[in-house]
């Protein structure tokens, strides 16, 4: 039985025995007032005087030849005496009922506390909280968990690098023809980037069967506005916040299958060409990247390859639809329709790409072992709520996204 209907139960008890106790008591009080309401106990002074005369006169007398007492007083006095000896019974009574009554709705309390409803929130399953698509600690080729933008920390034990490439003993041409041999180590953007970009489309073309680990989603925040707080709370809510997204794939002969988990802890299936889970989106290529939009990139030596570090030059647009030409020939941006907006228009937009940095380690068969984007971004613009609502907004967003690959 449900504590709130064991509750209702007590209340309805303990009201039927207090009505019972009440009743007896007011029986009691009537018998006493009865009992002592008789003509015998109701006497005048000049009676009382009366007595006290007759008394002292007859006290010979009554030595001598003893009257017995009135039968009518004495019925009266035991009456009395029994409806006192009643009321006397009827506390006692009472009181032990209330103590077990009150027992009893301590018992009920402690077995159905009032707040003992059942968690409606949260994780009630006691599930792992591991990512069924991390990082193999055992892989000396994994990336490293605690530091992702920098999988591939410099080698101590490793030789130096004598230009890319190995001698045989009698100091003759290379004997290895590993692709990381001509690996650009320093700082030629050119290079770099014809490197990476070399790299990067052969993982993409990849035919082979290759696991994909990966950590995506978007970051959007209204840092400033001309509304109240109320509207730019909903504002905020409206805006796509994912990143956490989990991925973990198979991918043969281009195919990628496996799982998606959300943020919010939901996971689905996924089977999509790895032309839809890899940039550039729906394109075979991984990379077009240019020079001539590149401000810094580096190439250093690490445990299993080389890492490249390249960094892009801020670009502008001037709507939610258009793609910057660098960022986008290299790397997803964050995709924010009027749809996702909630029934605001954006006006006078304009989108700015602080530039992008790109890390990648490269292995010894040319193929990309790690991949990680963060790609930030500065919008403003007016927005509007036809016919009502018009102000100014400033949105500081950013997408990033951390892929590790195993073949």
């Not at 892989?139 to 130096?160: K, M, T």
């Amino acid at each position: 039985m449900h504590w709130k209907f064991i509750r209702l139960y007590v209340i309805f008890y303990n009201t039927v025995i207090i009505k019972e106790y009440a009743e007896l008591c007011l029986l009691a009080v009537s018998a006493f007032q009865k009992a002592f309401s008789r003509k015998e106990f109701i006497m005048s002074k000049a009676d009382k005087q009366e007595k006290k005369a007759a008394k002292k006169a007859a006290k010979a007398e009554k030595k001598a030849n003893k009257q017995p007492k009135n039968p009518e007083i004495v019925k009266t006095v035991i009456s009395a005496v029994t409806a006192l000896l009643c009321v006397v019974a009827i506390v006692l009574t009472g009181t032990n009922i209330t103590n077990k009554i009150c027992k009893t709705n301590l018992d009920i309390a402690e077995k159905y506390p009032a707040n003992s409803n059942n968690a409606s929130s949260g994780d009630v399953n006691g599930g792992s909280d591991a990512d069924p698509g991390a990082a193999d600690p055992s892989d000396p080729g994994a990336a490293d968990p605690a530091n992702p933008a920098d999988p591939g920390a410099a080698d101590p034990s490793a030789p130096a690098d004598n230009n890319g490439g190995s001698t045989d003993n009698k100091g003759g041409a290379s004997t290895d023809n590993k692709a990381t041999d001509s690996a650009p180590v320093g700082s030629d953007i050119a290079k770099i980037v014809a490197y990476y970009n070399a790299a990067a489309n052969a993982t993409k073309a990849n035919k082979g069967k290759m696991t994909l680990d990966i950590v995506q989603g978007s970051t959007t925040k209204i840092t400033e506005t001309s509304f109240s707080n109320t509207i730019k709370n909903i504002g905020n809510k409206l805006l796509p916040n994912d990143y956490g997204t989990k991925k973990h794939l198979t991918v043969t002969n281009g195919n990628a299958v496996g799982t998606k988990t959300t943020v919010k802890g939901e996971t689905k299936n996924e089977n999509k060409s790895i032309n839809k889970i890899l940039p550039i989106d729906n394109n075979p290529k991984m990379s077009t990247l240019t020079a001539a939009g590149v401000q810094s990139a580096t190439c250093t030596k690490v445990s299993g390859g080389y890492k490249v570090v390249i960094k892009l030059k801020s670009e502008t647009v001037t709507s939610l639809s258009e793609k910057p030409k660098n960022h986008y020939s290299c790397m997803d941006v964050l995709n924010i329709t009027e749809d996702d907006l909630g029934g605001f228009k954006i006006e006078d937009c304009k989108i700015q790409y602080t530039g992008g940095t790109l890390t990648a380690t490269v292995n010894d068969k040319n193929m990309l072992t790690y991949f990680d984007v963060v790609n930030p971004m500065h919008i403003t613009g007016n927005l509007t709520y036809p016919p009502l609502v018009k102000g100014s907004a400033v949105i500081d967003a950013s997408w990033k996204q951390t892929v590790t690959f195993k073949y």
